[in-house]
């Protein structure tokens, strides 16, 4: 398999990691023999394989995974052309990412995809916000994260109550009893113990992982359906908030990543589902209506320019998730929704802004591009 790295726009400030595992074939060693690192991690990752393999058939449904993973079943697998589009440059936080990812070496990054996908599963499956949610590393974030979803809560119509807001922590990898139920997802019984007491291994043995505090970990925020493993649910990542505001977004960071996955909740509750990049520059318009609006954060000129450059960090080249341009256009297309509004404090419905933006999708697109056919957007709902 290919040792490639890639990354892809997956959300409004994600960016995924195509991390083709390159692990040693190594002989089993003979039981009085240790394990070497190399082997720890290829019996993770086969690990993680088994657990993807016996997830319910629906268990992804609907989820933009972080990693174009050489596991099977995490997500759906880029449709993007294999070459970059001419004259285009990735986005800030892609660029960042990929720089991470490139001073990895073969096992770092199989041990890195291997445990971010485990991780993922946790988050997306196991984790609950029935119990106390610290958003940021040092919970530097929770505040201004519980704030924003109880707005989005009042300020969509659409049913809210039951959409969690869960936090994506690298450090949840080093607890066996999370690792254990993960891997009781789909792992078979005998199995799960041993698998969980690997993967806290694997975290710990392999320096650059940090203990779980490696931004690549977590560089992510997601979105999931009711119907997928876990029902509806909006993940933040932590190593996803550390890189925003490593490059200077700190100040609109937790509210645009919550409202443009919030816009995804917007689009699953009237079964949209384009298959071309306004399924992420949707979500940007969306979030940047909400950030905009009176009723929403009301954000000043300036701090709306900051939200769009956020946008345009996770554009990537590919015909996949939108270049910088667009997605910037995308989002700066929705603050202006809700500035030149007549009536400030009305609220334009969601299917209402679904069917607005479908229509303005089309003049930021290059009209040569040949675009996949998106969904048909459903009719508001009684």
């Not at 990929?98 to 995809?113: F, K, Y």
């Not at 919970?139 to 039951?162: C, M, P, V």
């Not at 690549?216 to 925003?244: E, I, Q, Y």
Request: one cysteine or more.
């Amino acid at each position: 398999m290919p040792n490639r790295t890639r990354f892809l726009g997956r959300t409004l400030a994600a960016a995924g990691t195509a991390v083709a595992l390159a692990l040693a074939t190594a002989v089993p060693a003979a039981a009085d023999t240790p394990a070497t690192v190399e082997q720890d991690v290829a019996q993770l990752f086969q690990d993680v394989v088994d657990l993807y393999n016996g997830l319910p058939g629906n268990a992804l449904h609907g989820v933009d995974r972080l990693i174009e993973s050489p596991i099977p079943r995490i997500g759906p697998q880029s449709q993007a052309a294999e070459d970059p589009i001419p004259g285009c440059t990735p986005g800030s936080l892609l660029a960042y990412a990929n720089n991470l990812a490139s001073q990895l070496d073969p096992v770092e990054s199989g041990a890195l995809s291997t445990l971010s996908a485990l991780g993922q599963l946790y988050v997306q499956g196991v984790a609950s916000d029935k119990t106390p949610q610290v958003f940021g590393t040092d919970g530097q974030y929770t505040a201004r994260a519980t704030t924003a979803i109880d707005k989005l809560r009042g300020f969509w119509d659409i049913e809210s109550w039951n959409i969690q807001l869960v936090a994506w922590k690298g450090t949840d990898l080093g607890s066996q009893a999370k690792m254990a139920q993960t891997f009781s997802l789909g792992l078979a019984p005998a199995k799960v113990q041993a698998a969980a007491a690997l993967a806290t291994k694997v975290l710990y043995e392999v320096p650059v992982l940090q203990g779980g505090r490696n931004p690549l970990l977590t560089l992510n925020a997601f979105a999931s359906p009711a119907d997928s493993l876990g029902g509806k649910r909006v993940a933040l990542g932590d190593g996803l908030l550390d890189t925003v505001n490593a490059l200077g977004f700190d100040d609109v960071s937790v509210e645009s990543v919550i409202g443009h996955e919030y816009g995804h909740q917007v689009d699953f509750a009237h079964d949209n589902h384009p298959r071309n990049e306004s399924s992420e520059m949707g979500p940007d318009a969306y979030g940047g209506y909400f950030v905009a609006h009176a009723k929403g954060y009301a954000w000043n000129a300036r701090t709306q320019q900051e939200v769009s450059y956020l946008d345009a960090s996770v554009g990537d080249c590919y015909h996949s998730h939108g270049t910088p341009d667009q997605r910037k256009a995308a989002g700066a297309w929705g603050e202006k929704q809700a500035t030149s509004q007549a009536n400030p404090n009305r609220i334009i419905p969601s299917a209402t802004m679904i069917e607005k933006f479908e229509k303005e999708y089309a003049k930021l697109m290059p009209p040569a591009a040949a675009q996949p056919p998106a969904a048909p957007v459903a009719t508001a709902r009684g």
